[in-house]
């Protein structure tokens, strides 16, 4: 997967790679199949997340790192691995450094696994089966499904029969309203009509070329 942008990033990443941008005061990007890809073909798989700034980091320099999967701790746990992307995880910290401290990782398990994954009180939990079919606290989660927890205790415990790999993460809760038109999100309609002229006035920079 390539990624270009208008702040003169540029990248490539391979099976298990990450690409993290933040969008801050705007960009223009784009996630492409690179020549590789076109020529030789094979599966993919992408999971794209967007994940809110508060209104004070709105508009924050634009940023873009690309990580291969060597780039991202594999972390061993009972059973299988833990790639961290952000965040901490049994000491451990992942190459991102995200402005808002969000933990973000992947987890594959192999049958029969048994893991505690932290969830720390009040803060707001995303799990999301990739592939298989595991357990989170005793309640089966279907693959392609998003899982939603309350506040109890600080772990959640997850289990499989067969393997399985889960995009998690936890963040704390904003807490600001949220306005949202096309690719901009706001806390209000007169910040989105703002970042709507800013765009057709050019400050978000010239389009990526792409080759």
Do not use: C
Request: charged share 15%.
């Amino acid at each position: 997967m390539a990624h270009l942008d208008s702040g003169g990033h540029e990248s490539v990443i391979r099976a298990g790679g990450v690409q993290w941008m933040t969008a801050g005061s705007g960009l223009i990007h784009a996630e492409i199949s690179p020549a590789s890809f076109k020529r030789d073909g094979g599966p993919l798989e992408i999971l794209q997340l967007w994940i809110n700034l508060p209104g004070r980091l709105k508009m924050t320099k634009p940023a873009y790192t690309g990580l291969q999967r060597e780039d991202i701790p594999a972390i061993p746990v009972d059973g299988g691995t833990v790639n961290l992307i952000s965040g901490t995880f049994t000491g451990r910290q992942g190459p991102i450094a995200s402005l808002t401290d969000v933990a973000m990782m992947t987890v594959e398990l192999e049958a029969g696994a048994k893991v505690d994954l932290p969830a720390p009180t009040g803060r707001a939990v995303f799990f999301y089966v990739v592939a298989g079919a595991p357990t989170a606290n005793g309640t089966p989660i279907n693959p392609h499904h998003l899982a939603t927890f309350g506040n109890e205790g600080d772990t959640i415990t997850v289990e499989t029969e067969a393997p399985a790999t889960i995009l998690y993460g936890h963040a704390d809760p904003i807490g600001e309203p949220v306005v949202s038109h096309g690719p901009f999100v706001m806390n209000t309609r007169e910040e989105i009509v703002r970042a709507i002229e800013d765009y057709n006035a050019g400050l978000f920079g010239k389009p990526p070329v792409i080759r």
